[in-house]
């Protein structure tokens, strides 16, 4: 529910219906010839239950007031005008959405600095298994609030179960940077509670819960950004805009530097102090016995190596993969697809050497190199985090031409899901492409881990005339997570 600044705007809105309507139409005017119809207003202020409503309420948005007046209000069919609507849209730009934060590991800290300066966001719950890192971070935002306004803030709310946060019915939206292995189950969650969603990438553990998650927000009309975020920067937007208006000629291959997959867990148990529910850090995965690498207690500045481990991710294939093979879908045009054949290295131990071909013949290397590097019949174009070139280097001086493949920009990834979320438009890394990309991902740590060579569909999301790959599409979760997706 989306927090007003002005509540006191909704007499506003009362005058704008008056006006707009005709106190004869509505029926409440007991005397059109009174100064401005004065009483009319009143009667219809009542008459909504505005008044009870905000004695009880005081986040009651216009949206909310508007929908009841348009409703419930009057017993004739009602059609408001489209300048009433437009009042409506831009009264709506002085809301807060509000935002609820599920997992505050590393990632989910940064992302925390990132959302609560925002002037459209109110930061209300955090979410954490650790009791050190959920009260840390109850905290910090409470002490920003405080700080911003000049007294005392304790708005913030501390659970360590997602489910508390999700049955709140005043939050719109949740930021979740749990571990890979939760992405599914939260965000399927969240969509179903009729919440916004901005999950950390990858998207999911594995190619059936992407899609999972695609159905999710797709069945309940949600605003999903994935947090692929190179999306968001101009080097990366910048590559992939010269390479699909043809700079570079036709692409013949490209080459993608991430590290190698992940391998079954061999940790051994160690002593766990209190404050960690760790069958909850666990959820869907195989129970095991506590170790620090995987959950660092308390508040810690790296990110856990949980990350190199299956039961939980899917190495670096997934962890930068889902940014840099991210960016080798959008630059070829494949956000909605994806290869249709996948070839492991000849030696089953290397960790490189990957080969992808897409439809159209382009070959993709899972190979050494500086993120990523398109080669074309006519040049090559190599891009990173903070690193671009071009060769030869008129590819990125001479404009564009006539007509020109422009692709969505975005020049801050947080402010792009805030947008979406008051446009209802689909965000700059909708969870689409984010599920095509970390499925990129998951075919190669396919192919690594059993050395096989794998025909794909990406249509249909199967493999071609392989039964057992296709039992390796998701995996059997824990009881009680088991019915969760």
Same mark, same amino acid.
């Given at each position: 529910?989306?927090?007003?600044?002005?509540?006191?705007?909704?007499?506003?809105?009362?005058?704008?219906?008056?006006?707009?309507?005709?106190?004869?139409?509505?029926? #409440?005017?007991?005397?059109?010839?009174?100064?401005?119809?004065?009483?009319?207003?009143?009667?219809?202020?009542?008459?909504?239950?505005?008044?009870?409503?905000?004695?009880?309420?005081?986040?009651?948005?216009?949206?909310?007031?508007?929908?009841?007046?348009?409703?419930?209000?009057?017993?004739?069919?009602?059609?408001?005008?489209?300048?009433?609507?437009?009042?409506?849209?831009?009264?709506?730009?002085?809301?807060?959405?509000?935002?609820?934060?599920?997992?505050?590991?590393?990632?989910?800290?940064?992302?925390?600095?990132?959302?609560?300066?925002?002037?459209?966001?109110?930061?209300?719950?955090?979410?954490?298994?650790?009791?050190?890192?959920?009260?840390?971070?109850?905290?910090?935002?409470?002490?920003?609030?405080?700080?911003?306004?000049?007294?005392?803030?304790?708005?913030?709310?501390?659970?360590?179960?997602?489910?508390?946060?999700?049955?709140?019915?005043?939050?719109?939206?949740?930021?979740?940077?749990?571990?890979?292995?939760?992405? !599914?189950?939260?965000?399927?969650?969240?969509?179903?509670?009729?919440?916004?969603?901005?999950?950390?990438?990858?998207?999911?553990?594995?190619?059936?819960?992407?899609?999972?998650?695609?159905?999710?927000? +797709?069945?309940?009309?949600?605003?999903?950004?994935?947090?692929?975020?190179?999306?968001?920067?101009?080097?990366?937007?910048?590559?992939?805009?010269?390479?699909?208006?043809?700079?570079?000629?036709?692409?013949?291959?490209?080459?993608?530097?991430?590290?190698?997959?992940?391998?079954?867990?061999?940790?051994?148990?160690?002593?766990?102090?209190?404050?960690?529910?760790?069958?909850?850090?666990?959820?869907?995965?195989?129970?095991?016995?506590?170790?620090?690498?995987?959950?660092?207690?308390?508040?810690?500045?790296?990110?856990?190596?949980?990350?190199?481990?299956?039961?939980?991710?899917?190495?670096?294939?997934?962890?930068?993969?889902?940014?840099?093979?991210?960016?080798?879908?959008?630059?070829?045009?494949?956000?909605?697809?994806?290869?249709?054949?996948?070839?492991?290295?000849?030696?089953?131990?290397?960790?490189?050497?990957?080969?992808?071909?897409?439809?159209?013949? #382009?070959?993709?290397?899972?190979?050494?190199?500086?993120?990523?590097?398109?080669?074309?019949?006519?040049?090559?174009?190599?891009?990173?985090?903070?690193?671009?070139?071009?060769?030869?280097?008129?590819?990125?001086?001479?404009?564009?031409?006539?007509?020109?493949?422009?692709?969505?920009?975005?020049?801050?990834?947080?402010?792009?899901?805030?947008?979406?979320?008051?446009? +209802?438009?689909?965000?700059?890394?909708?969870?689409?492409?984010?599920?095509?990309?970390?499925?990129?991902?998951?075919?190669?740590?396919?192919?690594?881990?059993?050395?096989?060579?794998?025909?794909?569909?990406?249509?249909?999301?199967?493999?071609?005339?392989?039964?057992?790959?296709?039992?390796?599409? !998701?995996?059997?979760? +824990?009881?009680?997570?088991?019915?969760?997706?």
């Amino acid at each position: 529910m989306m927090v007003s600044d002005n509540s006191g705007s909704m007499w506003k809105i009362v005058g704008i219906l008056h006006k707009s309507l005709g106190c004869h139409y509505l029926g #409440v005017c007991i005397d059109s010839g009174a100064d401005k119809c004065h009483q009319s207003r009143v009667i219809l202020y009542q008459k909504l239950n505005i008044q009870n409503a905000m004695s009880n309420r005081t986040d009651v948005s216009r949206r909310h007031f508007l929908k009841a007046a348009s409703t419930a209000a009057f017993a004739a069919p009602l059609i408001l005008p489209s300048h009433l609507w437009a009042a409506e849209a831009e009264s709506k730009a002085n809301d807060k959405i509000v935002f609820g934060f599920i997992g505050t590991g590393t990632q989910g800290r940064h992302l925390l600095n990132s959302f609560l300066p925002h002037p459209g966001v109110q930061v209300v719950a955090v979410c954490d298994v650790d009791e050190k890192r959920r009260l840390f971070h109850q905290k910090k935002v409470n002490d920003f609030y405080s700080a911003k306004s000049g007294k005392e803030y304790s708005g913030c709310a501390v659970y360590s179960d997602f489910r508390d946060v999700l049955a709140r019915k005043d939050i719109d939206a949740v930021v979740i940077a749990a571990p890979d292995h939760w992405h !599914g189950i939260l965000a399927v969650a969240a969509a179903n509670a009729g919440k916004d969603i901005y999950c950390e990438k990858p998207l999911s553990l594995n190619i059936a819960e992407g899609r999972a998650m695609v159905s999710a927000a +797709r069945k309940n009309n949600r605003v999903f950004q994935t947090g692929s975020m190179q999306r968001s920067s101009s080097e990366f937007h910048k590559a992939c805009e010269l390479v699909r208006n043809g700079r570079i000629g036709k692409i013949k291959q490209v080459i993608v530097d991430v590290g190698p997959s992940s391998k079954w867990c061999d940790l051994p148990e160690e002593t766990m102090e209190p404050g960690l529910n760790w069958d909850m850090w666990l959820g869907p995965s195989p129970m095991r016995g506590y170790n620090s690498i995987l959950s660092p207690r308390g508040v810690h500045q790296h990110f856990p190596d949980w990350r190199n481990y299956r039961e939980y991710s899917g190495g670096m294939m997934t962890d930068w993969g889902a940014h840099h093979f991210d960016i080798a879908q959008w630059g070829l045009g494949m956000d909605n697809s994806g290869p249709v054949e996948i070839i492991p290295p000849e030696d089953p131990k290397a960790t490189k050497g990957l080969r992808y071909i897409y439809a159209n013949g #382009v070959e993709m290397i899972h190979g050494n190199g500086n993120g990523v590097t398109f080669i074309g019949e006519n040049g090559t174009i190599q891009v990173n985090r903070g690193f671009f070139k071009a060769t030869p280097v008129e590819i990125e001086k001479e404009p564009l031409g006539d007509n020109p493949i422009k692709l969505y920009k975005s020049t801050n990834h947080y402010d792009d899901f805030v947008k979406a979320i008051r446009s +209802r438009q689909k965000p700059i890394c909708d969870v689409e492409i984010g599920c095509r990309s970390v499925t990129v991902c998951h075919l190669g740590n396919l192919a690594y881990w059993n050395h096989r060579k794998l025909k794909w569909d990406p249509e249909k999301e199967q493999f071609i005339g392989d039964a057992e790959a296709n039992t390796w599409l !998701g995996r059997k979760n +824990r009881t009680p997570w088991d019915k969760a997706i």
